[in-house]
């Protein structure tokens, strides 16, 4: 892995996607192929930080006119795109972002993806009313109707 190569990350079920860096517009895939992408900021030469990660059913016109590419680049200080494709079926665009969005946490993904009930952590009542800020404060809890 040397600057602006390709670069693999690691997605929450382990599996390893491999993506390719794009720098200008010539290096973007033709029109009509879909896949995930991703906006890094490069720390200290070899460090990527990952700030969003998305998919698109055209990563060309996405990634041309992207809404979060401007606030990326002067805010968070992204240097590099990098795209992994073509990736044809939804469900499997949708499956590989979920999958590193959770591994990877980027900070410019506003939405969490919600885990499956079996994964959520389990709280009695008694740990409910324990962490119940109206309790420590000394006043009951209202209740709804």
């Not at 055209?58 to 968070?76: N, T």
């Not at 959770?102 to 994964?119: E, F, G, H, T, Y």
Request: aromatic share 14%; charged share 30%.
């Amino acid at each position: 892995m040397f600057f602006f190569g390709a670069h693999s990350w690691r997605g929450e079920s382990g599996r390893r996607y491999r993506f390719k860096c794009v720098l200008t517009k010539k290096g973007l895939p033709p029109g009509g192929q879909g896949g995930i992408y991703i906006f890094v900021r490069r720390r200290w030469g070899f460090f990527l930080e990952t700030l969003y990660v998305g998919k698109a059913h055209d990563l060309r016109s996405r990634l041309l006119g992207h809404e979060k590419w401007g606030r990326a680049y002067w805010y968070y200080g992204a240097t590099e795109r990098y795209v992994l494709g073509p990736i044809r079926d939804e469900a499997d665009r949708r499956r590989i972002e979920e999958d590193l969005i959770r591994s990877l946490k980027p900070r410019m993904n506003d939405v969490a993806i919600p885990q499956a009930k079996s994964s959520a952590p389990r709280r009695t009542a008694a740990a409910t009313r324990a962490f119940d800020l109206s309790a420590l404060m000394g006043r009951r809890a209202q209740r709804t109707a």
